[in-house]
């Protein structure tokens, strides 16, 4: 496994490495993460465990990620096979060195990064990393990896291969069915982004027609300046508060207090967020750009838009919901995390994709 960042600092992207690695196990596998080092690298470690972790410092601008002892250290690791998670950083360039001099399986899973909004956004650095990189580590990997038919259309616009393996990421093992019904309470947890529309959610809020008690809390972390604009916003929505950065058994307290966890991004590629308030059995309140359409078919989801006054429906409608009702989709949710997203029918599929990519290198 070959990332960005082996910690909570990366995010959905993060969540997916450790679920990676626990599959690689489970089919008997060996796996090993090489990543740039980061200020919560050793306190995420254990996340991996018994895998190995190994961390190289970073030379330069963070946001390329240039660590010259990557290389080296994936060539004499003598890997059966290299899965890259995430691109725009150096490890894309590690990754296509490594799988140009062995020759063997190279798989790149963009995680949503080649969306168009995504795309739009710091674009004469994306077009460097292009040229300096991405193009090369497209062209070297065996198989590209998307989450979504729709991700796989995006990356074959922006990579011309149109034979990207489709996959989910996997949902976590299942919390206890619930029993009872929860009080009105709406949770976010995610990064603090624009593309997370947060500050639409805010004003979304205020503007909603609310049950007595509605509450809405929003956890996470981001840039100091995302951070800051979405805690004026607050100023405007009373029963809206924002608690920082959440993991581990207070992620699990959060999720076990809600009755929706909303996400209405512009962007993302399967959002674990969702994953893992279903496991939980939280159904969600969240847009088409989380590019999981079985959630509403199921009946575990409610659609929302982009626009505050779209959003305030949705919660309004939600919240609106007779217990009987909310309990069904709770169930459905935890339907959906217990089967086509759950880790034991994942990792089937990639045992076959694995095994294929090693007969092939042997031949």
Not at 43 to 53: G, I, K, L, Q
Not at 72 to 85: H, T
Not at 111 to 128: E, S, T, V
């Amino acid at each position: 496994m070959l990332t960005a960042s082996a910690s909570r600092l990366n995010g959905g992207v993060f969540e997916a490495v450790v679920a990676q690695a626990e599959m690689v196990r489970s089919l008997g596998g060996e796996a090993v993460v090489f990543a740039l080092a980061d200020a919560q690298s050793e306190a995420d470690r254990p996340r991996f465990a018994p895998s190995e972790v190994r961390l190289f410092e970073v030379f330069g601008p963070r946001q390329i990620g240039y660590a010259p002892a990557m290389v080296p250290a994936l060539l004499a690791a003598d890997l059966d096979s290299l899965q890259l998670q995430g691109i725009w950083m150096y490890p894309s360039r590690a990754g296509s060195v490594w799988a140009r001099r062995t020759g063997r399986p190279y798989y790149v899973t963009p995680q949503g990064m080649l969306d168009p909004w995504i795309l739009r956004r710091g674009r004469w650095k994306k077009a460097l990393a292009r040229i300096g990189y991405e193009r090369a580590s497209w062209r070297a990997a065996r198989r590209l990896h998307a989450l979504t038919a729709r991700e796989a259309d995006q990356i074959g616009a922006a990579t011309g291969r149109s034979d990207s393996l489709v996959m989910p990421n996997p949902a976590p093992s299942l919390g206890p069915a619930v029993a009872a019904p929860r009080p009105p309470h709406v949770v976010y947890i995610g990064r603090i982004h624009a593309k997370k529309n947060l500050i639409a959610l805010v004003e979304a809020w205020a503007r909603a027609r609310l049950p007595a008690g509605a509450r809405l809390t929003i956890a996470g972390w981001g840039d100091p300046g995302d951070v800051a604009e979405l805690q004026a916003s607050l100023a405007t929505a009373p029963g809206a508060a924002f608690v920082g950065p959440v993991f581990g058994k207070a992620k699990a307290a959060l999720l076990d207090s809600s009755r929706f966890m909303i996400l209405p991004s512009h962007s993302e590629g399967l959002p674990l967020a969702l994953l893992e308030s279903w496991a939980a059995g939280v159904p969600t309140i969240h847009t088409a750009e989380c590019n999981i359409p079985e959630s509403f078919a199921a009946g575990a989801a409610i659609e929302c838009g982009y626009a505050p006054e779209e959003i305030a429906a949705a919660l309004e409608a939600a919240l609106a919901l007779d217990n009987p009702r909310w309990l069904k989709m709770s169930a459905a949710a935890q339907s959906l995390a217990g089967g086509p997203f759950s880790l034991a029918t994942l990792a089937q599929a990639w045992c076959d994709i694995y095994a294929e990519g090693l007969a092939a290198t042997e031949r």
